[in-house]
């Protein structure tokens, strides 16, 4: 059973900085997976927030994220990370990664259990 475990979310004033982390369990090889960073705020629909390819050599970014978030991963970690700078009150939300992975036999999809960012004075 593939688990993915996200951490570092918190409170944190406007304008500061946190980095998420998620860890892929064991005897999954997560280098096969483009990893995925989401986001729910209360009231609103899961929205896509930062991609990037198992590789790590492919990123992609919402236009709110653009410029302000980093993702990233260690494949030797199986762990994926979110950078999040110049935070404001829009970004607060549960975050969540996803592992994402369409082979020629099916596809494969896992979440994990989120963790919440509040951007708060």
């Known amino acids: 059973q593939v688990q993915l475990v996200e951490s570092g979310g918190g409170l944190v004033q406007p304008g500061g900085s946190l980095r998420l982390s998620c860890l892929a369990s064991s005897g999954f090889t997560f280098s096969l997976y483009d990893m995925q960073w989401y986001r729910q705020a209360p009231g609103k629909e899961r929205e896509l927030v930062a991609g990037i390819s198992g590789g790590g050599t492919r990123t992609n970014y919402s236009s709110s994220a653009k410029g302000r978030f980093t993702i990233s991963r260690d494949n030797n970690k199986n762990t994926a990370y979110l950078a999040m700078s110049s935070l404001n009150r829009e970004d607060t939300a549960v975050y969540y990664c996803?592992?994402?992975?369409?082979?020629?036999?099916?596809?494969?999809?896992?979440w994990g259990q989120g963790t919440q960012v509040t951007v708060s004075s």
């Open positions: 996803r592992a994402h992975r369409v082979a020629t036999w099916g596809e494969y999809d896992y």
